[in-house]
């Protein structure tokens, strides 16, 4: 039996883009080639995530108009869910929320309690185009929410209200990255 390459072993740390980049505000363009393109954004994408030591990461988060994310993330009970999402769709959202702690790798060493539903499923397909479900309760629920999120051009921040997202945002202008308003 072969081993299967490491995801992202081929693939370029690429800049992340920061809190204020129009591209994370913008929605991303569904993908229409399950081409080599594809492919090595999917490497790019696992290699800047493990660089920048995240458990998932949206294409427009590395400046790519592409609705594609990838994740490498435990849920409540240490279970690791590992993989990609090509046209990914939030199909269900549902059960308790759960105020918890959440952060950004485009809002990077900052965090905030943010409401999330404990239960997610997103359905899309792979890079070679073949459906995929994903199910996921607990942090692994709440990261797929966020990285749905991303593609639809909304980050964690635009959920908070009030004085946590005035916090937030004071602390992302002091961040040692350029912040730009967005
Ligand atoms: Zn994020």
Redesign the pocket.
Known sequence: MRNRPIPGSSGRVRAVRRFGDPVLHTPCQPVTAFDGALAELVEDLFATMYAADGVGLAAN?IGVDARVFVYDCPDDEEVRHLGHVVNPRLVEADGVTVRGPEG???LAGLEAGTERYDHAVVEGTDLTGAPVRVAGTGFFARCLQ?ECD?LDGT??ADHLTGLRRTRLLRRARRAPWEWRPA
């Open positions: 988060q950004c790798l485009s966020h991303h980050v964690y």
